[in-house]
């Protein structure tokens, strides 16, 4: 028997790496009995009969598990945003975090294309990242002559996972981390054309203190796995401010003695996350049930 980690799922077979050796495996009846799946990500242990042919027999308890694209056991999920290119938007880049939250990742910032920036606009985003590091976030901030190669053997072990809009660079950056990658970048007519190129399935690429994955669609923003009540949760500054509330299950809106309107008026927590807070909270609030 051997333990090891989905890194690939092609038309039914589980590729599973143990120590750079990559068996394909499939899942024993059992699991379609009980209409479980294994997942890209997962530490399955498995029976082996050579390379080629191994039955997966069971699967070790996910630490997290992300829905769409399915990948579980996330490390880190690196929010990747671009400068200019698309622009700079901490709207955006809030509701990837609040998303990464509601699956318990613990999430980093990238801002890519520092290069393409105006001296104004790379003023502006310091600040803002600064704003996010007082939150708790690590952030970085590089543009086309930095080593992505560097940067991705500095960030912590495990597996990492890439999320951000498209054309903020991530395919980018896995080729520099990888040139035998060559994935497609920048490629217009898989916007255009969307759904044919696109994989659905994420693939772990192995590092040298674990793996990193792309995730296509993450981009695609769902919200309906959340709770409007948990909403505040996922905005760390506002979660940590709220614990002295007077409320216990203070929202933050119109409630009494509310620390996070304190922290708001003392400037301790930016007004801009705070709207981007009501936003979202209104939105789900207001979102119709769906069967
Ligand atoms: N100037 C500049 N261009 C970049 C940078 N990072 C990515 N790009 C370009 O942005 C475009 C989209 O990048 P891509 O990796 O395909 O984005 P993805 O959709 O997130 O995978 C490509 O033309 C890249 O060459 C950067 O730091 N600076
Ligand atoms: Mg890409
Ligand atoms: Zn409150």
């Known amino acids: 028997m051997k333990t090891g980690r989905i890194v690939k799922l092609i038309s039914g077979v589980y590729q599973v790496d143990v120590e750079s050796i990559r068996f394909n495996t499939k899942p024993r009846g059992l699991f379609r009995k009980n209409k479980f799946s294994p997942i890209v990500g997962d530490i399955v242990d498995f029976d082996v009969q050579n390379v080629n042919e191994g039955y997966i027999h069971h699967v070790h308890p996910r630490n997290n598990e992300l829905k769409r694209p399915p990948v579980s056991n996330i490390d880190t999920l690196v929010v990747v945003m671009s400068a200019v290119e698309p622009n700079f938007s901490t ?3 809030d509701r990837f975090l609040v998303i990464a939250h509601s699956y318990d990742l ?3 910032i990238l801002v890519t294309k520092k290069d393409l920036a105006s001296s104004k606009q790379v003023e502006e985003i310091n600040q803002l990242l600064d704003i996010y590091n007082k939150i708790g976030y690590q952030t970085e901030f ?6 992505r190669k560097t ?3 500095h960030w912590p072990p495990g597996l990492i996972v890439l999320s ?4 903020v660079g991530k395919s980018t950056l896995l080729n520099q981390y990888m040139p035998e990658l060559k994935l497609e970048t920048n490629d217009i007519s898989k916007s255009l054309n969307r759904g044919k190129h696109t994989t659905r399935h994420v693939e772990l690429f ?3 203190n ?3 994955a792309d995730t296509p669609g993450f981009s695609a923003l769902d919200f309906d796995h959340i709770d409007k009540d948990d909403v505040k949760h996922y905005f760390l500054d506002l979660n940590y401010y709220g614990e002295q509330c007077k409320f216990r299950n203070c929202n933050h809106i119109k409630e009494p003695h ?3 309107k304190k922290a708001l008026e003392d400037g301790d927590i930016a007004q801009f996350r705070y709207e981007h807070y009501l936003q979202l909270f209104n939105e789900i609030s207001n979102r119709k049930v769906r069967y």
């Open 106 to 108: 613990t999430a980093r």
């Open 151 to 153: 940067l991705v053997d």
């Open 164 to 167: 951000g809009q498209s054309g």
């Open 206 to 208: 192995e590092r040298h």
């Open 258 to 260: 509310c620390n996070v």
């Open 91 to 93: 709207q955006l880049l």
């Open 210 to 212: 674990g793996f990193i």
């Open 142 to 147: 590089v543009g086309d002559g930095d080593d």
